[in-house]
């Protein structure tokens, strides 16, 4: 779950608010006391938060690892019965991680350490198995500086400036298109700080414009590029071995928003627009980056 958050790229505060947005109830503080703690989530609570980090076509498969682990662990740990204490108002300010978990009977705390001894090994293996592979954390960091972007397997093709093919949006958005028929604008990838980067297009006459999610009109979910930068979406890339066929691939994770560029699962070719789609091991969403 910490891996998932930390991919998610959202604040404990916007993982309550993504949570909300969907009809849930997944409290700051009792989200900071689930990843503190070594216990296993209450179903509703683990639910409510993979959904909300954006892996919501997998949260039968989350809920099948907790099964498995609480039935190791069960054994070991009678399940505690349920509180009935009022929950604390969330706080102000992001929960504190040092914060000390409350004292247990000495007895029980005997018990917790047995089950925990039992679920830990099958939590590593249950949990990672759920995570999107090549999520970037052991892989090459990506050139930045002036790169080109070519979507996996096919360097014939850049992602550069291009037009909605519906027509319905008159400014550019993000496209697919022959590399020698876009020379203009030039990417340059800008380092954002916390493996976070800003997509740069300069463009002669336009000048510099970042790329930016659009969230609703016409083509909502398409890119497009702004002038102001503050309000550029930030990228996490994420290394993926292989590349389909090419070198060293990169996902784009878009930050806070938890999904990634793609071309909604369908094969890319001369003019498709990207578009955001959830986070996938679909080579759509597997991009070379060069040096230019």
């Known amino acids: 779950m910490k891996q998932l958050k930390a991919l998610s790229g959202l604040t404990y505060r916007e993982l309550e608010e993504r949570a909300a947005r969907n009809g849930e109830v997944l409290a700051r503080s009792t989200l900071a006391d689930v990843l503190r703690r070594t216990g296993l989530p209450r179903p509703e609570v683990l639910a409510a938060f993979v959904r909300a980090c954006g892996d919501g076509e997998r949260v039968d498969a989350w809920l099948a690892a907790r099964e498995r682990i609480a039935s190791a662990a069960g054994k070991a740990e009678p399940s505690a019965p349920p509180s009935t204490a009022l929950e604390a108002p969330p706080p102000t300010e992001e929960p504190m991680e040092q914060e000390e978990p409350a004292r247990q009977p000495r007895n029980r705390r005997r018990l917790t350490l047995i089950g925990v001894a039992l679920a830990l090994p099958l939590l590593a293996v249950g949990a990672w198995s759920l995570l999107p592979d090549g999520d970037g954390s052991d892989g090459p960091a990506p050139a930045d500086g002036w790169v080109t972007i070519h979507p996996a397997g096919d360097t014939d093709l850049c992602l550069t400036e291009g037009r909605d093919q519906a027509g319905s949006y008159d400014s550019a958005v993000a496209a697919h298109l022959p590399c020698v028929d876009a020379p203009i ?16 297009w300069h463009h002669p006459e336009m000048g510099k ?41 990169f996902r784009f994770r878009a930050t806070p928003d938890g999904r990634c560029v793609g071309t909604s699962g369908k094969d890319m070719f001369q003019g498709s627009e990207a578009v955001m789609e959830p986070c996938a091991n679909t080579r759509d969403q597997v991009f070379e980056i060069r040096e230019n």
């Not at 590029?225 to 979406?233: E, F, I, K, V, Y």
């Open 185 to 200: 604008p030039r990417t340059y990838l800008e380092p954002a700080g916390e493996g976070r980067y800003r997509v740069q």
């Open 209 to 249: 414009g970042c790329l930016a999610v659009m969230n609703g009109g016409p083509v909502k979910g398409m890119i497009e590029p702004r002038d102001d930068c503050s309000g550029a979406t930030l990228f996490v890339l994420e290394s993926v071995p292989d590349g389909y066929g090419g070198p060293e691939g």
